[in-house]
C-alpha cells in the first residue's frame, strides 16, 4: 500500500485531462496562504491531537498540473510531477512520505466538471462545490498530512494484514465493500441503524444513556461484522480507522479554521448511506469524537492498525 487518495475514478480522470487547461507556473499567493494556515493550527491542534504529529513534519507538494512546487521548512521548490494525475494523497517518494494536494485553482475545476448531484467518489470528499473554501483546503491538507503520518509509522504492518485478508491493492478494497456489503439490504440498514445510534450517543448528554447506547451500536456492529466475509470485515475496518481518523483530522482542523457553526453544518448533518469507501470515514470521525468525550486521552493508544470499536469498548466499561 504506497498511498491513500481522496478522490477516485472518473474524478481523477477527468481532473487528468483539466490539468491540461489549468496548468500554471509558480506556487500562488493564495497556495501558500493556505499552507501558512494549516501549519499554524498546530499549536491549537495540539493541545487534543496525536503524538508525534504535525503536518510541517512532510514535504507538501502543490501539484499544478504541469509540476509540483514543494513547501518544506518555509521554502518553495519546483520539481518534476511525482506522477501524472490529479488526487489529494500522500505517496513515498525518495524513500520519505510526502503530501500531494492539487493548487487550490485547479481542486475548484473539479466541481464544474461533476455533476452536481453526483457526491464526489460516493461521499470521500465531504466538501461540494458551494462549501469548498481555502478553510476547506487547508483542513484536506490536514488529512493528508495525517495519512502520510500513518503511513511513515505503519505502513507495512497495514499492508501486511491487508495481505493476510488476500486483498493486496487499495483499489480492492473499495471495490470489495461495494460488491460484498452495499449489495445487501441487511447490511445497509444495519449499518444505518448503527450510525443513529452513535449520532444520538454523541448528541446525548446523559453519561449513562451515551454508555447504553455507544453499547447498542458495539453490539450491532459485531453482529454484522460476523456476517461478512473476512475480506470484507478487514475492509471496512481499513476505511474507518485510516480514513474515519484522517476525516477527524480534517474536521477538527476545519472546526478551528471556519468556527463551530460551519463545522456543524459540514460533517455533522443527517446521515444518508451511500454506497463505496465514504460511509466509512464518516462512521470513523464519529467514533472518534465520541471518544474524545469518553475517553479524552484515547490517541496516546492510537495506532494505523487501531480497532475503534475496541477503544469505545473500553472506554464505556470504564464507566
Request: with cysteine; proline share 1%; charged share 25%.
Amino acid at each position: 500500500m504506497k498511498a491513500f487518495h481522496i478522490l477516485y475514478g472518473a474524478a481523477g480522470v477527468l481532473l487528468a485531462a483539466a490539468t491540461v487547461l489549468t496548468g500554471d507556473y509558480g506556487l500562488s499567493k493564495t497556495d501558500m496562504e493556505i499552507y501558512d494556515r494549516a501549519v499554524g493550527l498546530e499549536n491549537d491542534m495540539s493541545e487534543n491531537g496525536f503524538l508525534d504529529f504535525s503536518p510541517s513534519d512532510y514535504k507538501i507538494r502543490f501539484f499544478n498540473g504541469d509540476c509540483d512546487y514543494v513547501v518544506a521548512d518555509g521554502e518553495v521548490t519546483k520539481e518534476d510531477a511525482a506522477f501524472d494525475t490529479f488526487v489529494g494523497t500522500a505517496y513515498e517518494i525518495d524513500g520519505a512520505y510526502q503530501v500531494i494536494l492539487p493548487t487550490y485553482e485547479n481542486f475548484s475545476e473539479l466541481f464544474s466538471m461533476l455533476d452536481s448531484a453526483q457526491r464526489i467518489s460516493d461521499g470521500e470528499l465531504q466538501f461540494g462545490e458551494a462549501d469548498y473554501s481555502e478553510d476547506a483546503h487547508a483542513a484536506t491538507l490536514w488529512h493528508e498530512a495525517f495519512h502520510a503520518w500513518q503511513l511513515t509509522n505503519w505502513a507495512d504492518e497495514v499492508t501486511a494484514r491487508g495481505e493476510a485478508a488476500d486483498i493486496s491493492e487499495e483499489g480492492g478494497y473499495e471495490q470489495i465493500v461495494v460488491n460484498e456489503v452495499d449489495s445487501d439490504p441487511e447490511y445497509v440498514l444495519s449499518f444505518s441503524q448503527e450510525m443513529e445510534l452513535l449520532q444520538k450517543a454523541y448528541e446525548s448528554d446523559d453519561a449513562e444513556e451515551k454508555c447504553r447506547l455507544i453499547r447498542e451500536a458495539l453490539a450491532l456492529s459485531a453482529e454484522m461484522e460476523q456476517g461478512m466475509s473476512a475480506q470484507a470485515a478487514y475492509a471496512a475496518r481499513y476505511f474507518e480507522t485510516l480514513e474515519g481518523s484522517a476525516r477527524y483530522v480534517e474536521a477538527q482542523a476545519y472546526r478551528l479554521l471556519a468556527g463551530e457553526a460551519a463545522w456543524s453544518e459540514t460533517y455533522m448533518g443527517e446521515f444518508t448511506y451511500s454506497n463505496g469507501a465514504g460511509k466509512y470515514y464518516a462512521m470513523g470521525m464519529l467514533k472518534c469524537l465520541l471518544l474524545d468525550q469518553l475517553a479524552p486521552d484515547w490517541k496516546d493508544d492510537f495506532t494505523a492498525l487501531a480497532d475503534l470499536d475496541e477503544f469505545l469498548q473500553a472506554a464505556v466499561e470504564g464507566r
